[in-house]
């Protein structure tokens, strides 16, 4: 006999329905059993009381682990299945930085603690920062900013404040279309017009297009190496001289920094300022298990204006520089509170240190050895847009789907009913219905294998004209097709009882 | 019959008594997908040809829509505000961005007419 479509209970076996917390239990029910508040309470509220119920749900314990425990069971992470996201490096989170950074020493410590009970923590954030330096070949790093993103803004800061001290203020910053997307934001966000520089037909940057757009009026190029179409900029050390020759500063977006730790240093290459994501190359947790933690890289010529605070070795043990005028230079200020990512620093420190600088390299060497193994596995069934190996990820087009009626998101969704985590779609813009693909160092050749035999499945139905297939994917997920049009033109971003009509 | 032209950059201006209705094309509407957000330039804002227009949000993308000749903005349409699904369901008619006072009738010139643009689509 077939399998019920429908259930009574709306359950699909042991994947249960689980309406939100606030449909379930009855109110006053508790998992508590607290004495009655005393009526003197009240009073010295000065008028204050509530006045009605607040409308918490009311759910014994039981019930209560097992709603939080079945919407865990729902999630889909790094922990339970291949999540080949391009561009965001899902790698494995080693369970020993969980465990270090839970040691009472480092977790239980208060941000405004003296800096003489702290010693060690201040030595961990400067060993952390040491190592950085190391792998990047650059002088300095700041290491507060809360992630990527703000990584670039205050990267971009440091070079206009070392403009504007130079009395050469500029309006410009060139960001390639293979460039990641938060680029163009914070470039903007930090007051410049942003002016985009076409890829050649190899998929980088078009030197031609790029000199001609230099210029005196350029404050910096805001390039990603290896690129997000999983290409290494092979022209990176002539574009450095090109963009110094113009007096502008050379960003490196660090976000693909996996392809290439241990082997090269960015320095090396002639870039002045580059962010690195701990929660993508140096393994902290990624997204929902964050916070992510993007420090910035400095050259010699960006130092000065790095942020407040930073860790210094003073002559009684490691100190703080909080203030201007403590440490020298012109510092942008705070960017964020405290130290930055403190709990991460400790995740990417322990990370560096078990891997060392054999097993860092290796990260790379495999990280790009995976994503070429996909590539090998799956061109003849996929359509790679560009020639030859690729990087730490590797990009695929929509021309394998031309004429079959099926689309890239599709095809997605498709292959989330094969139990992955679908790749980066539509991303870079650079090829049509891109399929942008990172497998990380950290998954096996096994997985490696099922993916592909899958894919190649899945092009070979579209092939052959299965559209509805494609169309009604996913099937077998607690929930099918969403609405992403309505959830974007009507959002409703939160929950309201049955009636309620007020209007935030 | 107003004249119509088409740009590389896949917007169509229809020119009537020297404005120019401003709105992007069925092709370029079907490659972003369902449409849910607008952003439109002001009005009496001047606008150089090829300068960055309004921005247009989909599901799948976020881009740029360009002037496809110099003028000052007359009139926008408001009603893409609250039913962005214009642009989808009629492109080159209801879901029309904005008018521009033309500047100078050449810079239509180098733009292309329907057949030439359909002929532009088939080689993308």
Not at chain 2, 44 to 72: F, H, N, T, W
Request: with cysteine.
């Amino acid at each position: 006999m077939a399998a019920p479509e429908t259930t009574f209970t709306g359950n699909r076996g042991l994947q249960l329905e689980e309406p939100l917390i606030f449909d379930q239990g009855r109110p006053g029910r508790s998992g508590v059993d607290l004495p009655a508040a005393a009526a003197a309470a009240g009073d010295r509220l000065g008028g204050l009381e509530r006045q009605g119920a607040i409308g918490l749900p009311g759910l014994s314990e039981p019930q209560t682990v097992r709603h939080y425990l079945r919407l865990g069971q729902k999630n889909y992470g790094i922990d339970s299945g291949f999540f080949p996201l391009g561009s965001c490096t899902m790698k494995h989170n080693p369970r020993q930085g969980e465990k270090l950074a839970r040691l009472s020493g480092l977790a239980s410590l208060h941000p405004l603690q003296p800096q003489s009970t702290v010693q060690g923590a201040l030595e961990l954030i400067d060993s952390c920062a040491h190592w950085l330096k190391v792998l990047t070949g650059m002088p300095a790093i700041v290491m507060s900013p809360a992630a990527g993103a703000q990584g670039e803004l205050v990267g971009l800061m440091a070079i206009r404040s070392a403009l504007e001290a130079r009395g050469d203020a500029r309006r410009r910053v060139l960001v390639p279309e293979s460039a990641h997307g938060t680029n163009p934001a914070s470039a903007r966000a930090c007051g410049y017009a942003v002016e985009s520089v076409a890829a050649n037909g190899r998929g980088r940057i078009d030197m031609d297009v790029l000199k001609e757009k230099l210029g005196s009026d350029v404050a910096a190029i805001m390039l990603t190496n290896p690129n997000t179409c999983g290409l290494f900029e092979t022209d990176i050390i002539d574009i450095a001289q090109a963009v110094h020759d113009a007096g502008a500063f050379f960003y490196c977006d660090g976000a693909n920094f996996n392809a290439i730790v241990g082997r090269v240093r960015p320095g090396d290459l002639g870039i002045d300022c580059m962010h690195l994501n701990l929660h993508k190359t140096f393994s902290t947790p990624h997204g929902g298990g964050g916070p992510g933690s993007g420090p910035v890289a400095l050259a010699e010529s960006l130092a000065p204006f790095a942020p407040l605070p930073y860790v210094a070795h003073g002559a009684d043990g490691f100190l703080l520089v909080e203030h201007e005028g403590q440490g020298g230079g012109k510092p942008l200020g705070r960017v964020k509170g405290f130290h930055g990512q403190f709990g991460m620093f400790a995740r990417a420190l322990a990370y560096m240190m078990s891997m060392g600088s054999d097993g860092l390299r290796q990260v790379a060497e495999d990280a790009v050895l995976n994503a070429n193994y996909l590539l090998a596995g799956l061109k003849d069934s996929l359509s790679p847009p560009f020639e030859g190996p690729c990087m730490h990820e590797v990009l695929f087009d929509d021309r394998f789907l031309a004429g079959t009626g099926v689309t890239t998101l599709d095809f997605a969704k498709a292959m989330i009913d094969e139990g992955f985590h679908p790749m980066t779609i539509y991303f870079p813009l650079v090829v049509h219905g891109a399929m942008l693909m990172e497998p990380t160092e950290t998954e096996s050749k096994e997985t490696l294998d099922q993916f592909i035999d899958a894919l190649k499945g899945l092009a070979e139905r579209a092939r052959k004209g299965d559209v509805a297939y494609f169309q009604g994917a996913p099937r077998l997920t607690p929930r099918r097709r969403l609405d992403e049009t309505l959830a974007a033109r009507q959002p409703v971003l939160r929950w309201r009882p049955a009636g309620d009509k007020t209007v935030e | 019959m107003p004249k119509v032209k088409y740009s590389q950059k896949h917007e169509w201006i229809s020119v009537e008594d020297g404005v120019g209705t401003i709105g992007i094309t069925d092709y370029a509407q079907g490659q972003l997908g369902d449409v849910v957000f607008v952003e439109l330039p002001e009005v009496g804002q001047r606008l150089d040809k090829g300068a960055e227009a309004a921005v247009i949000e989909s599901v799948k993308a976020a881009s740029e829509v360009y002037a496809p000749a110099s003028g000052q903005v007359t009139e926008v349409n408001e009603s893409l505000a609250d039913d962005p699904a214009q642009v989808n369901a009629d492109a080159l008619g209801e879901g029309w961005f904005f008018k521009i006072a033309l500047a100078d009738p050449a810079d239509l010139d180098d733009l292309m007419d329907a057949h030439a643009y359909a002929e532009y689509v088939k080689g993308l």
